[in-house]
């Protein structure tokens, strides 16, 4: 059998590594992305051998060709939200099950939200195919942790702050630590958090607070809307609050207020001599790729979830987190933390698939399942966590 693993940046590459080094579990390795040569640089760095091949993965056909020729058991969705849905069909039609980090969202539009893959609902039912959504680290883990809080340590959980600390320096001036496109179509779009059983929409980066990150210390997160928020004010019970708080350096903020004063983040296209250009498209072409910023990377991440809620009728606060080290993920697998962050639970979610510990026809969000076994690989393949009291 064979896991066909699609998108050769830095997800894929950790992604890749990690799956080949247990063919008891993945069989075969193929990985197929838009340039070649980006699968052939990771194939090189390999300890075993796996197959590559060049595929434009907004063709579903193409991408049903892909997987009856490898014969592949899984797709691991690693390219850009793009492609999702295209992918999504290709799985369908071969029923075969379907993973991926981060939900769909349209080139056109900066907006993403679960509506377009929740649609699939009934044709993955009817045909019999599982699909898991957002298998990174967050979305991914971090729904995995309120499922975690929900089975262990609350009767009812009643606020989620969901925490996410870089604090490495990568050395640049200003660089993405996933594809930059992505990354700046999320921050500079209006925040939004959900109290009371309703949505509340802020300015882009208008709320911040200081936030204790345990093992990192004070930090500023700003209030960002971030998808796994969609999901899980729909599974878990009794919730009242939950919000996203992310932090960045000054540097970044600076960078960004420049970039979109004089309009490089704008996605709609523009004439340049003679021909259409998107400007955050551009942008993307100048920034180094996230891929290769490990080298230089120090410092650490820290991303978490604190919760507040009760249990035997005692009022109760926890945090369940986890630190990863930048240079740590580039001596084991030349990636840095954000990209270990998210190809490490991208694996772990298809070995969970694989081993029928997770199981079921129809589209799933990571916190419809028994967290246990996903935690007890966290510890077991990179990502170990903590639970505090606080
Ligand atoms: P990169 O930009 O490094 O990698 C994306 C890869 O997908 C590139 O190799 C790119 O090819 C390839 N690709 C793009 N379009 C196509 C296409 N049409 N057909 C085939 N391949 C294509 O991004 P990351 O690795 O940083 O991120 C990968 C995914 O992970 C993204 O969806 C991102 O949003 C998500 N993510 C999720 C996180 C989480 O915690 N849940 C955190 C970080 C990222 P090329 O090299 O030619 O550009």
Not at 5 to 18: E, F, H, L, M, Y
Not at 44 to 58: F, G, K, R
Request: hydrophobic fraction near 35%; glycine fraction near 8%; aromatic fraction near 10%.
């Amino acid at each position: 059998m064979t896991t066909l693993i699609i998108g050769a940046g830095g997800a894929g590459n950790v992604c890749t590594k990690k799956c080949e080094s247990m063919p008891e579990v993945f069989g075969k390795v193929h990985l197929a992305s838009r340039t070649l040569s980006k699968c052939e640089k990771i194939q090189s760095e390999c300890e075993n051998p796996i197959t590559i091949s060049q595929i434009d993965a907004d063709d579903t056909q193409a991408v049903i060709e892909l997987i009856n020729q490898v014969d592949a058991k899984i797709v691991i969705n690693l390219a850009l939200p793009y492609q999702d849905l295209t992918i999504m069909e290709a799985c369908l039609a071969t029923k075969v099950p379907y993973l991926d980090t981060a939900n769909y969202e349209p080139k056109d539009e900066a907006k993403f939200c679960y509506k377009w893959q929740w649609d699939y609902q009934d044709r993955f039912v009817s045909e019999g195919v599982q699909a898991l959504l957002g298998s990174g680290f967050d979305p991914g883990v971090t729904n995995v942790f309120c499922a975690y809080a929900q089975k262990h340590y609350f009767d009812e959980i009643h606020t989620i702050d969901i925490v996410d600390c870089n604090d490495g320096d990568h050395g640049h001036p200003f660089a993405t630590n996933f594809n930059p496109e992505i990354n700046i179509r999320e921050v500079t779009q209006k925040g939004k958090y959900w109290e009371e059983g309703e949505w509340k929409e802020i300015e882009p980066m208008s709320i911040s607070q200081d936030i204790d990150f345990p093992e990192v210390g004070i930090r500023k997160g700003y209030l960002l809307y971030h998808e796994e928020l969609e999901s899980l004010v729909e599974n878990i019970k009794g919730l009242k609050k939950i919000r996203f708080w992310m932090t960045f350096s000054d540097a970044y903020i600076t960078h960004l207020n420049v970039l979109q004063n004089v309009g490089m983040t704008r996605i709609d296209s523009v004439k340049f001599q003679g021909q259409d250009i998107v400007p955050l498209q551009f942008l993307k072409a100048l920034l180094p790729e996230p891929s290769s910023l490990g080298e230089n990377y120090e410092g650490k991440t820290c991303i978490g979830c604190i919760f507040r809620g009760v249990k035997d009728g005692q009022k109760k606060k926890i945090m369940i987190y986890n630190i990863c080290q930048h240079q740590d993920c580039y001596n084991e697998v030349e990636a840095q933390a954000v990209s270990y962050t998210t190809g490490v639970p991208a694996m772990i979610g298809a070995k969970m698939i694989l081993e029928n510990k997770w199981t079921g026809s129809g589209v799933f969000n990571m916190e419809q399942y028994d967290p246990d076994p996903f935690m007890e690989d966290l510890n077991k393949y990179g990502l170990p966590w903590k639970v505090i009291e606080c």
